[in-house]
T-cell receptor
Framework: DVKVTQSSRYLVKRTGEKVFLECVQD?????MFWYRQDPGLGLRLIYF???????EKGDIPEGYSVSREKKERFSLILESASTNQTSMYLC?????????????FGQGTRLTVV | RKEVEQDPGPFNVPEGATVAFNCTYS??????FFWYRQDCRKEPKLLMS???SGNEDGRFTAQLNRASQYISLLIRDSKLSDSATYLC?????????????FGAGTRLAVHP
């Protein structure tokens, strides 16, 4: 059974804290993604990575950074958490091939910044 | 303009009804198309890919119209278990990389 695992289901952090969200996949996928999901806005891409140590900005990278030191792990970092980063964060992975390739999601991390 | 647009709904339908969702996309160079299903407080999961010639999977039929840049999902004989949010997803090249772009989702509620 394919699996994408996020380290926490729920997190509560204080404004200004540095926050790490971890994601691990066991499918040997090249591509990994971080999205946030907010009501009415759908999933918005924060960052993605197509290989180890490679990263590309998505549509809303401000206030975030990422790290991919190993193929199976993709970390999202909130350098200084703010209340507007309260959201559901979803990690996904997929093969690199172009067409009709399914993306598999983790169960999500609901982050609340107070 | 959003890259992928969907009617947010909700669509409230009785069991057994047929319901259709549409989705439009703005990038004519988009290459692949999908419908994902997301249950409340769960992660999205692939429902079906959408092929150029249209495709069917049981009670679900997906269509692609490249000329008009929209895709559709038809659900026949709706079941209570079909209640979920349906996400339209488009894959295309952006800045040289493949990206999955999600619509905001269409909520379906099937009632007895």
């Amino acid at each position: 059974d394919v699996k994408v695992t996020q380290s926490s289901r729920y997190l509560v952090k204080r404004t200004g804290e540095k926050v790490f969200l971890e994601c691990v996949q066991d499918m040997d996928h090249e591509n990994m993604f971080w999205y946030r999901q907010d009501p009415g806005l759908g999933l918005r891409l924060i960052y993605f990575s197509y290989d180890v140590k490679m990263k590309e900005k998505g549509d809303i990278p401000e206030g975030y950074s990422v790290s991919r030191e190993k193929k199976e792990r993709f970390s999202l970092i909130l350098e200084s958490a703010s209340t507007n980063q309260t959201s559901m964060y979803l990690c996904a992975s997929s093969l690199r091939t172009t067409y009709n390739t399914e993306a598999f999601f983790g169960q999500g991390t609901r982050l609340t910044v107070v | 303009r959003k890259e992928v647009e969907q009617d947010p709904g909700p669509f409230n339908v009785p069991e057994g009804a047929t319901v259709a969702f549409n989705c439009t996309y703005s990038n004519s160079a988009s290459q692949s198309f999908f419908w994902y299903r997301q249950d409340c407080r769960k992660e999205p999961k692939l429902l079906m890919s959408v092929y150029s010639s249209g495709n069917e999977d049981g009670r679900f039929t997906a269509q692609l119209n490249r000329a008009s840049q929209y895709i559709s999902l038809l659900i026949r004989d709706s079941k209570l278990s079909d209640s979920a949010t349906y996400l339209c997803v488009v894959r295309g090249l952006s800045g040289g990389y493949n990206k999955l772009i999600f619509g905001a989702g269409t909520r379906l509620a099937v009632h007895p």
